[in-house]
C-alpha cells in the first residue's frame, strides 16, 4: 500500500514568505506527527494529531508555525514570515496509535530552504 | 528537555567487522527506538524495546535496552557494505512525544 507521501519535496522561499507544507498519511492512521531535521541532527518534535485536533503542540518553536489536520487524514504545516533559521527538512509520520509500540511510518520530507 | 547522546558521531569499519552504537541519557523513557535513515528519505524503523533489560535481535543487529530504561544500544556483527546508512535512536518520554538522537553515521567499507 502507499505510504507517507510529503509535498512539496523542496521549497525554496525568500525571507518573510509563507509556506505550507503538506502531508498525506497512510489511510486508517489516526496519529500525524511533525518533525523538523536540522543538518547533522536527529529530527525534532513539533506537534502530533490524532484525529483532527492538535493532542500536543509544545514542539513548535514560536508563533509562525502552526499546523492543521481539519479532517483527520492530510495535514498542513504552515509557516509564517520565514526566517533563514528555519530552512530545514521537515518530516511528516503516522501511526494507527500513540503508544511507543504503534510504528511510525515517515515521509520523505520536505527540504524547506529560506534564502 | 530529555536529551538522549548517541556516540560515536560517525563510525568507518572494514566489512566483517563488528561494532557497537550507544544511546545515553539521564532521562528514563518508555520505550526506545532505533532507526535507520537512507539520504533523502525518513528514517525507518528497526525495533522497538520496551523493558528494562530487553534484548532483541533482527539477523546480525542487536539491541539493548538498559535496566534503567535510560540507555540502549545497537550491536552489529559481521557488518556488510548493505549496513552503511544513518542510525538513529529515539526515546519516548510521553505518550506520543519521543527525543532523537543525533544519529550515527556508519560506513562500512569491502
Known amino acids: 500500500g502507499a505510504g507517507v507521501s510529503q509535498t512539496p519535496s523542496n521549497k525554496v522561499t525568500e525571507k518573510g514568505k509563507y509556506v505550507e507544507l503538506r502531508c498525506d498519511p497512510i489511510s486508517g492512521h489516526t496519529a500525524l506527527y511533525w518533525y523538523r531535521q536540522s543538518l547533522g541532527q536527529g529530527p525534532e518534535f513539533l506537534i502530533y494529531?490524532?484525529?483532527?485536533?492538535?493532542?500536543?503542540d509544545s514542539g513548535l518553536p514560536n508563533d509562525r508555525f502552526f499546523a492543521v489536520r481539519p479532517e483527520g487524514s492530510v495535514s498542513t504545516l504552515k509557516i509564517q514570515r520565514t526566517e533563514r533559521g528555519d530552512s530545514a527538512v521537515y518530516l511528516c509520520?503516522?501511526?494507527?496509535?500513540?503508544?511507543?509500540?504503534?510504528?511510525?511510518?515517515f515521509g520523505p520530507g520536505t527540504r524547506l530552504t529560506v534564502l | 528537555t530529555q536529551l538522549l547522546e548517541q556516540s560515536p558521531q560517525f563510525l568507518s569499519i572494514q566489512e566483517g567487522e563488528n561494532l557497537t552504537v550507544y544511546c545515553n541519557s539521564s532521562s528514563v523513557f518508555s520505550s526506545l527506538q532505533w532507526y535507520r535513515q537512507e539520504p533523502g528519505e525518513g528514517p525507518v524503523l528497526l525495533v522497538t524495546v520496551v523493558t528494562g533489560g530487553e534484548v532483541k535481535k533482527l539477523k546480525r543487529l542487536t539491541f539493548q535496552f538498559g535496566d534503567a530504561r535510560k540507555d540502549s544500544s545497537l550491536h552489529i556483527t559481521a557488518a556488510q557494505p548493505g549496513d552503511t546508512g544513518l542510525y538513529l535512536c529515539a526515546g519516548e518520554y510521553h505518550a506520543g512525544k519521543s527525543t532523537f538522537g543525533d544519529g550515527t553515521t556508519l560506513t562500512v567499507k569491502p
Open positions: 494529531f490524532q484525529g483532527t485536533g492538535a493532542a500536543d
Open positions: 509520520a503516522s501511526s494507527l496509535g500513540i503508544s511507543g509500540t504503534d510504528t511510525q511510518y
